[in-house]
């Protein structure tokens, strides 16, 4: 099997802010000036309060919501729409139920009209890498949940993107399914190496897998907390609960939350 490794993109998110306009006279304030920077190949985590902003800071990085100041860099080209360096990931799979798994992984490039024949291999040893090897032909009816949001990450990571965008990818998944992604997540991104902002209600998720967990305000979304994982690699899921520096992770995290309002402790 080929190791399959990308070069993680820089990113610069410089004054960052989002106002949705509404029919009402009250706009909504989604994102308040946010500053940030993310090394090459940097797993950062996002975790917030629901409506605080995660999702629109996600768009905005996706090139598909516009920021309303200041804003994004990919290795230094300005994003105003989807870039071919940025790969996204949502809750829902999104697959198309009428073409095969192999198809819907090569979407991005026949819609792109790259040559297909160039991207077969690759899609294959992706299917591989996820677990999925000879799953190519079936339908994705024919897949779990768990299946099918490997194959949606398949189809993001086909063209090698250096910045890989996932919004509570797993938040869809029954909590065993979920648990097997997690630590399936950490082995591929081992071995991919790309930069990645990942978003998550789950402070547990968040400090296994990341590097940077950034805890953000409720609305508007700024950074309360920006706190740096600083864990060995691989990461295991079955003993990292009983790791005093994991729990101290999710305790300063909780303890924002707390002091915030988001969680209130009994
Ligand atoms: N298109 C829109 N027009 C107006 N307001 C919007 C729009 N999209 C989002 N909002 C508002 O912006 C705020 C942030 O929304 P966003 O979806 O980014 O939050 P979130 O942190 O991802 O929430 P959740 O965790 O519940 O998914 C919310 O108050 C939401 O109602």
Request: charged share 25%.
């Amino acid at each position: 099997m080929n190791t399959i490794q990308t070069t993680g993109a820089a990113v610069e998110i410089s004054h960052l802010s989002k106002v949705y306009k509404t029919r009402e006279d009250d706009d909504v304030v989604a994102i308040e000036r946010i500053d940030l920077q993310f090394e090459p190949g940097t797993f950062v985590a996002v975790v917030g309060p629901s409506g605080c902003g995660k999702s629109t800071l996600l768009s905005m990085l996706a090139g598909l919501v516009s920021a309303s100041t200041g804003k994004i860099a990919i290795d230094g080209d300005a994003i105003s729409r989807p870039h071919p360096k940025i790969g996204v990931v949502f809750q829902s799979d999104l697959l198309l139920y009428w073409r095969t798994v192999l198809d819907n992984i090569l979407l991005p490039i026949e819609i792109k009209r790259l040559d297909l024949s160039k991207f077969r291999t690759r899609a294959e040893e992706l299917l591989e890498q996820v677990g999925l090897k000879g799953f190519g032909k079936k339908y994705p009816s024919e897949l779990s949940g768990g299946m099918r949001q490997r194959v949606a990450i398949c189809r993001a990571l086909i063209q090698e993107p250096g910045l890989l965008l996932m919004d509570e990818p797993f938040g869809a998944l029954d909590a065993l399914t979920r648990e097997q992604m997690i630590m399936d997540m950490q082995s591929m991104w081992l071995r991919v190496q790309n930069t990645v902002l990942f978003i998550t209600h789950g402070i547990d998720e968040a400090v296994f897998l990341a590097d940077r967990v950034l805890v953000m305000s409720p609305r508007p979304g700024r950074i309360d907390l920006d706190l740096k994982i600083d864990m060995p690699r691989p990461r295991q899921w079955s003993k990292v609960h009983e790791d005093k520096v994991y729990h101290g992770y999710v305790r300063q995290i909780r303890d924002i939350f707390e002091a915030k309002g988001v969680l209130v402790a009994h």
